[in-house]
């Protein structure tokens, strides 16, 4: 890690750490939606941008998260244990499911990992027994005013952000962060020369699911109440990829910066056009690709080269 | 069980099936021969059962005469839209292209809502059923049924056939020795994806006489074509027939025995399934990736 890039995370979350010092519950909101995004970016970043494999599994992971986590938490377990229940559920729910999929490559992993979304959410609404079918599942809420429940939030949400960077760096300065860049490059020759390929691939869906699953159960006891179609949100499976994407896949600061300025920018520009929400969202997405290849990350790097 | 019951369920799976094999069958293609997941193809037929209601509601066009000249408006629109925006990113990876076609996706989805608004609408042709002892079939599914395969034989004869569509077998099997023949491929591309959109305007006209249309369904008729693709096998008609049929008659048994929300699971967990076991589809060759 460059001594600019740590400069810069810490004041990250130094930044956000004091939103509520500094704003009233509305930017605490704002900073605690900002640390979700940046740790399920992150953990997107291990599969999609380390990796190279196009997984659009997020939304599963999150949803399989929040469903674990409010039925620990209804079952009368403390509210940590739910969030661990769900980082657990997914961790685990990635292994099985990974070594499924992650024999797919390319277009079929793609739409396989849809596919998991969609089995999940209809799961879901079919399991009502369970889960409450499409009626959704109310969690109960936390204790203390609105002051302390926003800011008790931000800090879960902050603290599985930190968890989910401090893992990313530990992985990219080891042997697995090598052995998923030499996966992206080339499967084949990364086998050949002697790379576990499969098993690298399960570890890096595994930490792709955790925090999504803990960030997810935490989601759920924030607001107090899930539904099939918002935790397994199609939607978001392809956002946190695209705010990847807007800060420079396979980079450690590339997933914080995209969610963060997704974030801001969803808030501050289109939050005011509601009825053209989603198409303003699609034109960003279409204009990244078109002018921003390599994301914000690489736009500073050509500018420092040139 | 009474055989009656059963014939009437699988016949009721069949006709479904056929919708579904002409659903798939341009997004199949483009996604064979192009390599692109086309998330828009949901939306391409939503868009183009909105304006066969439209022509409906306000000139009283028929549906069925609405077909042709919807499908033209949108292959001219499809190859606009490849010509100028994904033949760029054509060759860059799966996560590029698949994030371009959503992104372009949200982008029509969202002036849909605001062009016409979300109640389902449908055209709705009083003509009658079709009554064989205890087995009773609407007319307008069977009429439906059978355009939906006639499409889908028109989309293989101009495959097998015609020159266009031997350059897009050349360039679906091997692009680089098809360029090297003299097939210009970006205009191949081209116009198979206005090949695709087409596909998707005649089955929204279609759809828009035996179903409601609504921005709703977009996702679902999406998710319809990714499993027929898989299952069927990518890239060929007969694989989008075959899979197509046996969706439809796996969800209509599903949905008769365990319920419907369980038959769209089942759909979905035969893809999966398939993925794993036989990528290549039921009738899949190995050799197009």
């Known amino acids: ?306 | 069980m009474d055989a009656a019951l059963l014939v009437q369920v699988v016949l009721n799976g069949i006709l479904l099936g056929a919708l579904y094999a002409c659903i798939a069958a341009g997004f199949s293609l483009v996604w064979g021969v192009l390599n692109v997941i086309n998330m828009l193809h949901g939306s391409l037929i939503i868009l183009a059962g909105y304006l066969a209601c439209s022509l409906w509601t306000e000139w009283q066009v028929h549906p069925l005469a609405a077909m042709l000249p919807v499908g033209l408006l949108l292959f001219l629109a499809g190859t606009a839209l490849q010509v100028l925006l994904i033949n760029r990113v054509v060759d860059r990876p799966v996560l590029t292209t698949l994030t371009l076609t959503f992104g372009l996706d949200m982008v029509l989805y969202n002036a849909m809502n605001a062009a016409f608004e979300a109640t389902p609408r449908r055209v709705t042709l009083e003509l009658g059923r079709l009554t064989l002892g205890e087995v009773v079939l609407p007319w307008d599914r069977i009429v439906a049924m059978l355009l939906a395969l006639a499409l889908t034989g028109l989309l293989y004869g101009v495959l097998r056939a015609s020159r266009l569509g031997r350059a897009i077998v050349a360039v679906r099997m091997d692009r680089e020795a098809a360029s090297l023949m003299g097939i210009r491929v970006a205009r191949i591309y081209a116009l198979t994806f206005g090949l695709g959109a087409f596909m998707a305007g005649v089955c929204g006209a279609l759809l828009a006489v035996v179903y409601p249309i609504t921005t709703n369904a977009t996702g679902q008729l999406l998710g319809k074509a990714f499993i027929v693709c898989v299952v069927g096998g990518l890239g060929t008609v007969p694989g989008a027939l075959a899979g197509g049929l046996a969706l439809g008659v796996t969800e209509s048994l599903g949905g008769h025995f365990l319920g419907p929300q369980a038959a769209a699971l089942l759909g979905f967990g035969l893809m999966l399934v398939l993925l794993v076991v036989r990528p290549t589809g039921l009738l899949g060759r190995k050799g197009y990736e």
């Open chain 1, 1 to 306: 890690m460059s001594p600019s890039n740590a400069t810069a995370l810490l004041v990250w979350i130094l930044a956000l750490a004091a939103t509520p010092l500094l704003g009233d519950n509305y930017v605490v909101k704002i900073a605690t939606f900002v640390a979700f995004y940046a740790a399920l970016a992150l953990s997107w970043n291990f599969i999609g941008g380390m990796a190279g494999y196009p997984s659009f599994a997020t939304a599963a992971f999150v949803g399989l998260g929040s469903y674990a986590g409010a039925l620990v938490q209804n079952a009368g377990a403390p509210l940590a244990v739910g969030w661990l229940a769900g980082a657990l559920a997914s961790g685990l729910a990635a292994v099985a499911l990974g070594a499924v999929v992650l024999r797919l490559r390319g277009h079929y992993f793609a739409i396989g990992s849809i596919a998991l979304v969609e089995v999940l959410s209809l799961t879901a609404s079919w399991w009502s027994g369970l889960t409450g079918g499409g009626e959704g599942l109310n969690v109960a809420f936390l204790p203390g005013g609105p002051d302390t429940i926003a800011r008790v939030f931000l800090y879960v949400m902050l603290a599985i952000a930190i968890l989910a960077l401090g893992t990313t760096v530990v992985v990219m300065r080891g042997r697995l962060g090598f052995a998923l860049r030499c996966i992206s490059q080339n499967e084949d020759a990364a086998e050949m020369v002697g790379i576990p390929t499969t098993r690298c691939k399960i570890i890096a869906f595994v930490l792709s699911a955790i925090p999504c699953g803990a960030a997810g159960a935490a989601y759920a006891s924030w607001v107090a109440y899930i539904a099939p179609a918002d935790a397994f949100s199609i939607l978001l499976t392809v956002k946190v990829p695209v705010m990847v994407m807007l800060g420079g896949a396979g980079t450690l600061i590339g997933p914080v910066l995209g969610a963060t300025a997704l974030v801001l920018l969803e808030e501050t520009v289109w939050a005011r056009f509601l009825d053209l929400h989603q198409a303003i969202l699609g034109g960003v997405i279409v204009a990244l690709i078109f002018f921003l290849p390599g994301g914000l990350v690489g736009l500073a790097r050509r500018g420092r080269s040139t």
